[in-house]
């Protein structure tokens, strides 16, 4: 998932969040941006909310993803690819 974080003042005070589609991710409450070198930028962002209805894709370990084949008859096996 893509965001976009604009801050005009370089401050926290009026940073927007906005999702993919361009619509603003209300009710923001935390922000923190990480940028490691040589590794993946990310951003944790806090949302202040009385519902939740959230749609998440989860980093799986290969032990995790290999017990969940196992689990369900199937054997997962490596190969070689160029």
């Not at 923001?28 to 962002?45: C, E, K, R, S």
């Not at 939740?52 to 369900?72: F, N, Q, R």
Request: glycine share 8%; charged share 20%.
């Amino acid at each position: 998932m893509k965001v976009r974080i604009v801050s005009h003042s370089g401050m926290s005070l009026g940073t927007k969040v906005y999702a993919e589609d361009g619509v603003e991710i209300k009710h923001v409450n935390h922000l923190q941006i990480n940028f490691p070198i040589n590794g993946a930028v990310t951003a944790d962002i806090g949302i202040a909310t009385t519902e939740c209805d959230i749609e998440a894709h989860p980093l799986l370990s290969l032990k995790t993803v290999m017990e969940a084949a196992e689990l369900y008859g199937y054997k997962l096996m490596r190969i070689e690819w160029p």
